[in-house]
């Protein structure tokens, strides 16, 4: 059973860059069939696509955070990472990494869904 | 971007009612639409996807439909562990977007 673990800091300071790693375990990175990302939370708020990776590195972002960030792949370790610079406390959340499944069809790529997360990693950023 | 429109933002319901949750989306969609329900401290979990097709394991009590741009998400007859906060998302294209979810809550 495909299994998505979320590591790094819980706490990061204003201006510094934030790293997660996503493991996964279970399965793979290496399939054809899925892109694998980052969703973020804020503290009672809704759910932020952040952006998703695909196991040959190519990868797409949320337009309001892509200055910002970079999604990329480690295919020997099966893990995916995130890196959002120049944080502030608006990107304190929780941040989830995800599954998504992808459709081909009419020669472009559509998506069925998120459909295995993580646990969710808590990230607060405070001086 | 898809913008993505969720209503009511929250429901009072008793167990056995009939809850139906609209999403409405910016622009044509088809019908790549995924619904979440998500319960406090946990992650989202994965309902249903193109609209209307129930992920494995989830209650047949759910049902999704629409096309186009306006949806909806029915849960027939509500159970205690349906108490929640649901999400849809567009799964048309990227950038993925959410709507801004709705709780449903005990009456």
């Known amino acids: 059973q495909l299994q998505l673990q979320e590591s790094g800091p819980g706490l990061v300071k204003p201006s510094e860059t934030l790293s997660l790693t996503c493991t996964v375990s279970g399965g793979s990175v290496t399939s054809s069939s899925y892109y694998w990302g980052w969703i973020r939370q804020p503290p009672g708020k809704g759910l932020e696509w952040i952006g998703s990776?695909?196991?040959?590195?190519?990868?797409y972002y949320n337009p309001s955070l892509k200055s910002r960030v970079t999604i990329s792949v480690d295919t020997s370790k099966d893990q995916f990472s995130l890196k959002l610079s120049s944080v502030t406390a608006a990107d304190t959340a929780v941040y989830y990494c995800?599954?998504?499944?992808?459709?081909?069809?009419?020669?472009?790529?559509?998506?069925?869904?998120?459909?295995?997360w993580g646990q969710g990693a808590t990230v607060t950023v405070s001086s | 971007d898809i913008q993505m429109t969720q209503s009511p933002s929250s429901v009072s319901a008793s167990v056995g009612d009939r809850v139906t949750i609209t999403c409405r989306a910016s622009?044509?969609?088809?019908?790549?639409l995924a619904w979440y329900q998500q319960k406090p401290g946990k992650a989202p979990k994965f309902l249903i996807y193109t609209a209307s097709s129930l992920q494995s394991g989830v209650p047949s009590r759910f049902s999704g439909s629409g096309s186009g741009t306006d949806f909806t998400l029915t849960i027939s007859s509500l159970q205690p562990e349906d108490f929640a906060t649901y999400y849809c998302?567009?799964?048309?294209?990227?950038?993925?977007?959410f709507g801004g979810g709705t709780k449903v809550e005990i009456k």
């Open positions: 622009q044509g969609i088809s019908n790549w």
């Open positions: 990776v695909y196991d040959s590195g190519s990868a």
């Open positions: 998302q567009q799964t048309y294209s990227f950038p993925l977007t």
């Open positions: 995800a599954r998504l499944e992808l459709h081909y069809s009419d020669y472009r790529y559509y998506y069925y869904g998120l459909d295995v």
